[in-house]
């Protein structure tokens, strides 16, 4: 028997996940490639060189567009939001990125 937080959290986790469910469900199957893998123990610049190889990775399923800003901007906020949460590298890359 599920306790009380246990079924808000399901609930939750339903309602949450079916926005944009297409955009999480292809990020998902991506981030189960060997690339996403986490890596310990490198350099600086082999982690930047890895944090590129892995934005890439997650440009090339074209899940999200520029043009998401005006026609969904929601799914902008869904990528951002699990690559932060799976690879906050990732997520420093493309902050970085779009900086500069």
């Not at 610049?45 to 090339?60: D, G, M, Q, T, W």
């Not at 929601?74 to 970085?96: G, S």
């Amino acid at each position: 028997m599920e306790s009380s937080k246990q079924q808000i959290a399901k609930i939750l986790d339903e309602v949450l996940n079916s926005i944009n469910s297409n955009t999480r469900k292809v990020l998902t199957e991506t981030f189960d490639d060997k690339l996403f893998v986490p890596v310990y123990d490198i350099s600086l610049r082999n982690s930047k060189e890895l944090a590129l190889h892995r934005l890439k990775k997650v440009i090339s399923t074209k899940v999200v567009s520029i043009r998401d800003f005006l026609t969904n901007p929601e799914n902008i906020f869904t990528v951002h939001e699990m690559v932060k949460n799976y690879y906050k590298i990732l997520a420093w890359i493309c902050r970085w990125f779009f900086s500069h």
